[in-house]
């Protein structure tokens, strides 16, 4: 299915320092490579002229290992590109602090439903050829201190733009930067800009800055002024050289003593978005200058819907993977074929525990499922606030049992204590509630997490959590979300239908935290349990509505649709339009 009638010499780059396509390639770390990965395959199953770039990452991100505290600690993942990937006859070099650095090429074909294909090119500095500090550049993905993390981005961006033009044939190339990582891409394009127009990068005019931004379209997804990379100038002076870090102040688009990525990417794209309604509005409060749009995550509905339910859906709503807003059709779903498929999708992600973690779970208990990058603000340990008040809700109401999982950042020692006090909380209510934290939360265990838990609860503080996409991935497998009223649950929220808030949005978030948990725990005792133990169908309905109204809804099919005619191929010639307000 195409969306649109698109120019054949036109194409579509989609750079992004993570991609999550295949549990076998550790490319990835969480939310930003899976949306990745699940953007390309969208845009093979539309047909969509388009490439993914990015960087290879030969020791991936770092497996997890938690001691018998929840003591956590790192090893590198070994894979070889070369038993998943195929090796391209194509190197291009970059200069680097001065040094010619040849990087190498891998392609991975992502194929569309209907066959079409979106080669992801994977970019490699480990070659005989490139000085020793040199070759290491693309094994570890967020690791190092700046100056590797500037490197990386330096070959995502300007190593990027020079492989699509040694691989890519086409005259009309728009580059979106998932995040700033990429964002030295516009500098590449500047060059090659001025080059053409036969005068000196750093004599760069509006005009050629125009030509640059007509080809840039950047989603940033970070609403904490931390979450953005900068870098001191005299680093970036060391490793670009003079002229092109002269050119970058010259079109007053960084600091004069730092390059921040984000307004990289702001200054040189005609189009800008966040991940969320809500999200837009909070990037548009931290960057008031630029007009920033809103484009609200998705996920892959094929890659994320487990077994069972491809199945159910198969025999009841035809055409559903092909176009997944047949989903609002699940509505006519037999609430019984939808428990059945769920105890199946349960029973599975049992035995997957079981064989990981020798951990027997009961099947027939309401199973919370609470998994995420452990950092402070995503709070993975809120309901364990008033741990008294959940064991008498777990005595008197009805059975609870609690599965984690997640990785902290290898110098997030906050993050890290985070999980060493769920383990702690875990042995004080061990008696009434069974809690699981499972190591090395990747693609194949959250597929089968997302859709064997009864109940997705998310706890950000507020409005700190971008997007969120594990709650839509639930969603899809008939699992409601207990949420905090941020990123896109402030879009999929519909109380007691698609599942339930935490919280009151129109609370200050600072003044929130009690009650949150107050919310947290009267939900679970008076509303979500009872509905649970209480009758047959009560929370089948739930269930169903979660499939029709949000399945069919936060998908990357929709969210690629909006993204080729708003930002990529856009219908009114790209000028900027005015996005929605969300009403407290």
């Not at 800009?193 to 840039?216: F, G, M, N, S, Y």
Request: a negative charge; aromatic letters at 10%.
């Amino acid at each position: 299915m195409r969306i649109l009638h698109l120019e054949d010499d036109s194409l579509v780059a989609y750079f992004s320092m993570e991609v999550g396509i295949d549990p076998s390639i550790p490319t990835y770390s969480g939310g930003l490579g899976i949306l990745a990965g699940d953007t390309l395959r969208s845009g093979a199953d539309l047909r969509v002229p388009m490439v993914g770039v990015t960087l290879l990452h030969r020791k991936g991100y770092f497996k997890q290992r938690l001691d018998a505290d929840g003591v956590q600690t790192e090893e590198p993942v070994i894979w070889h590109p070369e038993e998943h990937l195929e090796p391209l006859d194509v190197t291009v070099t970059l200069q680097i602090e001065g040094r010619d650095v040849l990087i190498k090429v891998w392609k991975y074909d992502i194929r569309g439903v209907s066959g079409h294909i979106v080669p992801l090119y994977f970019l490699d500095t480990s070659s005989e050829e490139n000085a020793e500090q040199d070759r290491g550049l693309t094994d570890h993905l967020y690791g190092g201190d700046d100056r590797y993390r500037l490197c990386q981005e330096v070959l995502l961006g300007m190593g990027g733009v020079a492989v699509l033009r040694a691989i890519v044939d086409s005259s009309e190339v728009h580059c979106h930067m998932n995040e700033g990582h990429s964002a030295l891409l516009t500098l590449a394009l500047l060059e090659e800009h001025t080059k053409r127009r036969a005068h000196k990068l750093t004599q760069a005019t509006p005009v050629d800055i125009e030509a640059v931004r007509k080809r840039c379209i950047f989603t940033t997804h970070t609403p904490v002024p931390a979450g953005h990379d900068k870098f001191p100038m005299g680093m970036v002076r060391s490793i670009l050289g003079d002229e092109r870090t002269d050119a970058l102040q010259n079109v007053a688009c960084c600091g004069s003593d730092e390059l921040n990525m984000t307004y990289l990417g702001l200054f040189f794209s005609r189009y800008i978005n966040g991940v969320a309604m809500r999200h837009g509005e909070v990037s548009r409060g931290m960057f008031p200058s630029y007009p920033i749009n809103a484009i609200t995550n998705g996920v892959h509905a094929v890659m994320w819907t487990a077994e069972p339910f491809k199945k159910l859906f198969d025999k009841h709503v035809k055409g559903w993977r092909h176009d997944n807003f047949y989903l609002r059709y699940a509505m006519d779903i037999p609430l019984a074929d939808i428990k059945k498929a769920h105890a199946e999708a349960k029973a599975d992600l049992f035995k997957e525990i079981k064989e990981r973690t020798g951990h027997k779970l009961n099947e027939s208990v309401l199973t919370l499922g609470i998994a995420r990058r452990s950092t402070p603000y995503k709070r993975l340990d809120l309901i364990f606030s008033d741990i008294e008040r959940l064991r008498s809700i777990a005595r008197d109401i009805g059975p609870i049992q609690i599965i984690y999982s997640g990785k902290a950042h290898p110098k997030d020692w906050p993050g890290k204590d985070i999980i060493k006090s769920i383990y702690q909380s875990s042995a004080a209510v061990d008696d009434l509630i069974d809690v699981v934290y499972v190591e090395n939360y990747e693609m194949a265990f959250a597929k089968k997490l997302c859709a064997g838990v009864d109940l997705w609860i998310n706890t950000p503080m507020r409005p700190r959590e971008a997007s969120g996409t594990s709650g839509m991935k639930a969603a899809l497998n008939g699992v409601p979300s207990f949420s905090v009223l941020d990123g896109w649950w402030v879009e999929g929220h519909v109380e007691g239908v698609t599942g339930w808030s935490i919280g009151d949005a129109a609370v200050p978030p600072e003044e929130d935290f009690s009650n949150e948990v107050d919310s947290l725990y009267e939900k679970l005792e008076k509303l979500i349990l009872p509905l649970y133990y209480g009758g047959p169908y009560g929370y089948g309905k739930v269930m169903r509505s979660s499939i029709a109204f949000n399945g069919s809804f936060f998908n990357t099919q929709r969210m690629m649709s909006q993204y080729l005619c708003n930002a990529y191929f856009p219908l009114n010639n790209g000028e900027h339009h005015e996005t929605l307000e969300i009403e407290e």
